[in-house]
Structure formats: C-alpha cells, structure tokens
C-alpha cells in the first residue's frame, strides 16, 4: 500500500505560478511512475504529466511548455510547477502513483483555481 499527501493548491491569477507537491509513504520502493491529474466536476479524470522512475516523462499537450514534473526517489516525492496558469487550467488536481503488481494509488486533491 501506498498514501499520498498532496499540498500546494490554492487561488491564483491567470498568469501566476503555483507548486503541488506530492509525498509518497508505504511501500515506495515499488513505485514506478508518479505524477499528477486533474479533474473538472462533470468530465473525465484527465493526464497532466507523469515521470517514471527511470526519469521518462509525458506531458499532456495542454500544459506542455507551462508545467513541469519533478521526482526526488529518495524522498518518494513529486512535484509539478505550474507557470503561467490560465482560467483553463482550473480544476481538482490528484496525485498518482502506480506500483506494479498493486495498481494505482491516489490522493485526495488539491484544488487549484486561477481566476481575477
């Protein structure tokens, strides 16, 4: 098993920057990717970018150029840093974590909304 503890999420102008960080606990060592969805009431849970352990990323074309994924493996932590935000990108943001053999984990949210 694996729990996850997202912050960073919050209000923010279009424009603006924010942080989400994730921090893995349990059996971590299994962990193959990380990353990060997001989510608008009514839509599908969609990809924002994922890092595998190797340091292999895929980022959602949407946000390509504005956010970046990060991982520390000793720290079992990932983190996104989103730049230059639009109203668009206003949603409920979850970490994933995907273990082979177990499936995947999931947090419990973090809202960001960019908004004036």
């Known amino acids: 098993q694996v729990q996850l503890v997202e912050s960073g999420g919050g209000l923010v102008q279009p424009g603006g920057s924010l942080r989400l960080s994730c921090a893995a606990s349990?059996?971590?060592?299994?962990?193959?990717?990380m990353g990060w969805y997001r989510q608008i009431p009514g839509k599908q849970r969609e990809l924002v970018a994922v890092?595998?352990?190797?340091?292999?990323?895929v980022i959602a074309n949407s946000v390509k150029g504005r956010f970046t994924i990060s991982r520390d493996n000793a720290k079992s932590t990932v983190t996104l840093q989103m730049n230059s935000l639009k109203p668009e990108d206003t949603a409920a943001y979850y970490c994933?974590?995907?273990?082979?053999?177990?499936?995947?984990?999931w947090g419990q949210g973090t809202q960001v909304t960019v908004s004036s």
């Open positions: 890092i595998f352990s190797v340091g292999t990323t």
């Open positions: 994933n974590v995907f273990v082979p053999g177990s499936g995947d984990f």
């Open positions: 349990g059996s971590v060592a299994s962990i193959n990717r």
